[in-house]
């Protein structure tokens, strides 16, 4: 079974920080990840996908990085609206996984 | 609009079954496969399995296989998550969430979710 780590767990940034989120995955997985954004209450939507492909209408501030078992997403300057639990998520051959998830909150 | 509409909020007892559903507008249904997610209470999302609403196929995570049963009725766009006998432990928000068709198979589109609270 795929084990996605993330890290850290929880984030404590300020409005106009940049900020990186690490994902690894227990096996090599090319490109096959994505990248969601939840806030409480709310369900999950999708940022990022194939590690690095923006979706349709999320803002040019999120990036993804990374190819194999090392990934990232980066927030370029954190607006208030991004405050928000993110998740990474493989999903090589029939399954998908996600990591456990990175809080991030305000300084 | 393309959306996935869920199923209302249930509250049931140790024991007991339950179907809740997941419908599809404004896309073809049968072109994408559908997923199941779990999140209980303060906690993050767990993937459960998914199918192909052509032809019914699924394949389950391993935590979840044997302990729900996933289907669809692609006449009326819908999918399925069941359970034959509730635990205390299944309380959670299960969200389904449309599988992006094509070589990258992201959730490009989710349910609203349906609560299920379950006492024992």
């Known amino acids: 079974d795929f084990q996605m780590t993330q890290s850290p767990s929880t984030l404590s940034a300020s409005v106009g920080d940049r900020v990186t989120i690490t994902c690894r995955a227990s096996?090599?997985?090319?490109?096959?990840l994505a990248w969601y954004q939840q806030k409480p209450g709310k369900a999950p939507k999708l940022l990022i996908y194939?590690?690095?492909d923006l979706e349709s209408g999320v803002p040019s501030r999120f990036s993804g990085s990374g190819s194999g078992t090392e990934f990232t997403l980066t927030i370029s300057s954190l607006q208030p609206d991004d405050f928000a639990t993110y998740y990474c998520?493989?999903?090589?051959?029939?399954?998908?996984?996600f990591g456990q998830g990175t809080k991030v909150e305000v300084k | 609009e393309v959306q996935v509409v869920q199923s209302g909020a249930e509250v049931k007892k140790s024991g007991e079954s339950l179907k809740i559903s997941c419908k599809g507008f404004?896309?073809?249904?049968?072109?994408?496969?559908i997923t199941w997610v779990r999140q209980m209470p303060g906690k993050g999302l767990e993937w459960m399995g998914r199918?192909?609403?052509?032809?019914?196929?699924?394949n389950y995570s391993p935590s979840f296989q044997g302990h729900v049963t996933m289907s669809v009725d692609k006449s009326i766009n819908t999918a399925y998550l069941q359970w034959s006998s509730l635990k205390a432990s299944d309380t959670a928000m299960y969200y389904c969430?449309?599988?992006?068709?094509?070589?990258?198979?992201?959730?490009?589109?989710w349910g609203q979710g349906t609560m299920v609270t379950v006492s024992s």
């Open positions: 199918i192909d609403p052509e032809d019914s196929y699924t």
């Open positions: 194939a590690a690095s």
């Open positions: 969430a449309r599988l992006r068709f094509g070589v990258h198979k992201p959730c490009d589109i």
């Open positions: 404004g896309y073809s249904f049968t072109s994408h496969w």
């Open positions: 096996q090599t997985i090319s490109t096959w």
């Open positions: 998520q493989q999903y090589n051959t029939y399954s998908w996984t």
